[in-house]
Nanobody, 122 residues
Framework: QVQLVESGGGLVQPGDSLRLSCAPS????????VAWFRQAPGLEREFVSA????????YYEDSVKGRFTISRDNAENTVSLQMNSLKVEDTAVYYC???????????????WGQGTQVTVSS
């Protein structure tokens, strides 16, 4: 059974950067799309970014475009989310997810990590 493991969360100030990573324990990202979602307290889980399974096409939620970058390292079997110019409203638990194809909809994703907390506060 594949388990996704996120890392890299933490407490930062507005304007700082963080890099989240996701790795599949007991499996591989090869041939799968990978996405990041987030959930802030009291709010529904929302799509952040995704990377396609083959051609590297990327997708972003509007509020993170130009600030966040998703990438995959096939050799290392990891997917990362580089988050720059962080804002207070980026505070949330960030989840990594895997699916046969990229989608904005969380119902498409069958595998999920436990989440990593990102807190942006002055």
């Amino acid at each position: 059974q594949v388990q996704l493991v996120e890392s890299g969360g933490g407490l930062v100030q507005p304007g700082d950067s963080l890099r989240l990573s996701c790795a599949p324990s007991g499996g591989t990202f090869r041939g799968r799309a990978v996405a990041w979602f987030r959930q802030a307290p009291g709010l529904e889980r929302e799509f952040v970014s995704a990377i396609s399974r083959s051609d590297g096409r990327t997708y972003y939620e509007d509020s993170v475009k130009g600030r966040f970058t998703i990438s995959r390292d096939n050799a290392e079997n990891t997917v990362s989310l580089q988050m720059n110019s962080l804002k207070v409203e980026d505070t949330a638990v960030y989840y990594c997810a895997m699916a046969p194809r990229a989608s904005y909809y969380d119902s498409i994703y069958s595998y999920w990590g436990q989440g990593t907390q990102v807190t942006v506060s002055s």
